[in-house]
């Protein structure tokens, strides 16, 4: 089993709605987050980071962690077809190997 | 504009000849990751360097792969001999130290036929 688990999608919304993505992990020892984009066939691009409890607003972007939960969610306000995309969640364990590792991602498509 | 740099962009080759792709981390990032991805497994890491040493590379095959940083502005992932199974995206990626977002390249697309 993958320690960084995501819905695979597709996860359609109507433009102007709010797209959620989940992430959940199975290590506690996680302690970064992070939120990477992916458009069809180009690299990951990082649009999150977050460290703790609660939640880290980025202009329409929001990131909710929950460590008792295990899970770390995006939220897209106002979403765009621009936003459409692959979602990727990445997890790092502090206190070893510190390499980040990555879900699957959630394909996001996001209708006028 | 600081970016990861990775050649070639693509790359198609016939079974069991040797592929190298290289890597300009963002200068002054002292951690590179070799990722491949793929539809069916997502990103795996292949290889992990801190300050050019290498940390990490058990999700790599030993026996056709190799990974090296010759100095702090080259990384690179060697294959041989390659396979059609090899056939993936492969993405390189820099960080500045061990608590660090990673940034990528723009991948090297091979095709093993």
């Known amino acids: 089993q993958k320690e960084v688990e995501q819905n695979s999608g597709p996860l359609s919304v109507p433009e102007g709605a709010i797209a959620s993505l989940n992430c959940t992990y199975s290590?506690?020892?996680?302690?970064?987050f992070f939120w990477y984009r992916q458009y069809s066939g180009k690299s990951p691009e990082l649009i999150m980071f977050?460290?703790?409890?609660g939640d880290k607003e980025d202009g329409r972007f929001t990131a909710q962690l929950n460590k008792a939960s295990q899970y770390v969610s995006l939220l897209i306000r106002d979403s765009q077809p621009s936003d459409s995309a692959t979602y990727l969640c990445?997890?790092?364990?502090?206190?070893?190997?510190?390499?980040?590792?990555f879900g699957r991602g959630t394909s996001l498509i996001v209708h006028p | 504009d600081a970016r990861v740099t990775q050649t070639p962009r693509h790359k198609v080759t016939e079974m069991g000849q040797e592929v190298t792709m290289r890597c300009q981390p963002i200068?002054?990032?002292?951690?590179v990751f070799w990722y491949r991805q793929t539809m069916m497994q997502g990103l795996e890491l292949l290889a992990y360097?801190?300050?050019?040493?290498?940390?990490?590379d058990s999700g790599m095959p030993k026996d056709r792969f190799s990974a090296e940083m010759p100095d702090a502005t080259l990384a690179t992932l060697k294959i041989q001999p390659s396979e059609p199974r090899d056939s993936a995206v492969y993405f390189c990626?820099?960080?500045?130290?061990?608590?660090?977002?990673?940034?990528f390249g723009q991948g090297t697309r091979l095709t093993v036929v």
């Open positions: 990626a820099s960080g500045l130290g061990r608590d660090t977002e990673a940034f």
């Open positions: 360097f801190r300050n050019r040493a290498p940390l990490d």
């Open positions: 200068l002054g990032h002292n951690t």
């Open positions: 990445a997890v790092r364990v502090e206190g070893g190997s510190y390499i980040p590792t």
């Open positions: 290590d506690r020892g996680s302690q970064s």
């Open positions: 977050i460290y703790s409890n």
